[in-house]
């Protein structure tokens, strides 16, 4: 499976995973370009949620999780301030969702990282 796939495979699982939690999912793959993609945008209540997923067959190489950094995060919260410009002002929160899937399917969710 290639990057591009694996990729899309373990936002699907987020969806799947933030849905069974009461989450609605707005958007997928916001993109403004050369700043940021944001993988999913969701809302549960009256929140906004902006969720970074990181998917690693296995963590022989460290967890998907280690690989969102500050600079990442960074990233994501200029996003995150263009679309609530283009939006509307809400209550947010920046999670991350870290998808293993071998040797058994791991999702770690993250809450309120940025």
């Known amino acids: 499976m290639d990057k591009k796939k694996l990729g899309a495979a373990g936002e699907d699982l987020a969806c799947r ?3 069974r939690n009461g989450y ?16 999913i945008i969701a809302r ?10 990181k998917t690693r ?9 280690d690989a969102v950094d500050k600079r990442k995060l960074a990233h994501i919260r200029q996003g995150v301030m263009l679309y609530l410009q283009e939006n509307g002002k809400h209550d947010f929160q920046i999670d991350v969702i870290a998808i293993t899937l071998k040797p ?4 770690e969710h993250f ?3 940025g």
């Open 17 to 19: 995973y933030l849905e």
């Open 24 to 39: 609605e999912i707005l958007e997928r793959n916001k993109s403004y370009p050369k700043l940021c993609e944001i993988d």
């Open 44 to 53: 549960r209540k009256n929140k906004l949620y902006f969720v970074e997923v």
């Open 57 to 65: 067959k296995t963590d022989a190489f460290g967890t998907p999780g």
């Open 104 to 107: 058994e399917l791991k999702i």
């Open 111 to 113: 809450r309120n990282v």
